[in-house]
């Protein structure tokens, strides 16, 4: 929650109001994932990538 705040501290206040813009971009990217293999495409395309990432899920 703390990276969405933008602070104003002074000696006489204190302020504060959310980053609509970075809520928004992360709320952008809810529900993706990114999967990485050190593999090459020729070995493991994205699909069998991803294949065989939810196949994690029967382990």
Sequence with gaps: MAKHLVL?????????HI???????EAALDGLDVIRTPLPVEQ???ADAVRHHKDLSHV
Excluded: C, L, N, Q
């Design 44 to 46: 493991v395309g994205s």
């Design 8 to 16: 104003d501290i002074a000696t006489e206040h204190f302020a504060f």
């Design 19 to 25: 980053d609509e813009d970075k809520v928004a971009e």
